[in-house]
């Protein structure tokens, strides 16, 4: 059976990075590891209405209902199923940088305690029940606080959905931090690894991330390497 992997966190917080290490490892280990990264902006047609989203094409955050927010996002998974599922079907390993939770922690972000149960119950149905997308069995959330993540946004390479510095959701610093209390609430799950991606204040470095990773998947069980 292959596993699926989740890495999950705010933006900035490096998962495209580490993904990308831990596939390579896998590899190094003589295992068919594949990388899946959401959004596919470039490959689906509701990855590039998100490119617009993020842009500000439909207005700020706060105009349009995550609700509606959220079927774009799952809608771009949905568009990508054959894909997760060939991947999963030739593969030991599949990795995604940013999953279903991501849609779950982005648009509960933007709604009252109140309301988060009742939109999240609907983002899980969406996802799994009806697109029946297949499940991750483990899911790794890099924690880094909001200081440290903007700063790491600032420094970042030019995106293909982008031309500005940050987007919609990576400039505001307080939904920021509301998407870190909705990962840390999930995080809560016994199916999700916690890694801490700043010691004092500082970025720990990438090699100490990617141990970690390393060795939480390896004690989850999930994958024989």
Avoid at 32 to 61: E, M, V
Avoid at 97 to 119: C, F, P, T, W
Wanted: hydrophobic content about 45%.
């Amino acid at each position: 059976m292959s596993a699926l992997i989740a890495i999950e966190g705010i933006d900035g917080s490096g998962k495209g990075t580490q993904a990308a290490r831990l596939q390579a490892h896998y590899v190094s280990q003589g295992l068919r590891a594949a990388l899946l990264s959401f959004p596919q902006y470039q490959q689906t047609r509701f990855g590039a209405k998100i490119g617009d989203f993020l842009n500000g094409r439909f207005g700020s955050l706060d105009v349009v209902h995550p609700l509606l927010v959220s079927l774009l996002f799952a809608g771009d998974r949905f568009e990508s199923k054959d894909l997760i599922e060939r991947s999963l079907a030739t593969n030991d390993v599949v990795i995604c940088d940013r999953y279903m939770a991501s849609n779950i922690a982005h648009q509960g972000a933007k709604v009252s305690d109140s309301e988060r149960a009742d939109l999240i119950d609907w983002i899980q149905h969406l996802e799994s029940s009806i697109y029946k997308l297949p499940q991750a069995q483990l899911t790794l959330f890099l924690d880094v606080p909001v200081p440290q993540a903007q700063r790491l946004i600032a420094a970042k390479s030019q995106r293909t959905y982008t031309d500005k510095a940050a987007d919609l959701q990576e400039a505001d610093a307080q939904y920021l931090q509301n998407v870190r209390n909705v990962y840390t609430q999930l995080a809560t799950s016994p199916d999700w690894i916690t890694i801490p991606c700043v010691a004092n204040q500082d970025v720990r470095s990438m090699d100490a991330i990617t141990a970690d990773i390393v060795a939480a998947v390896s004690a989850s069980g999930i994958l024989q390497t």
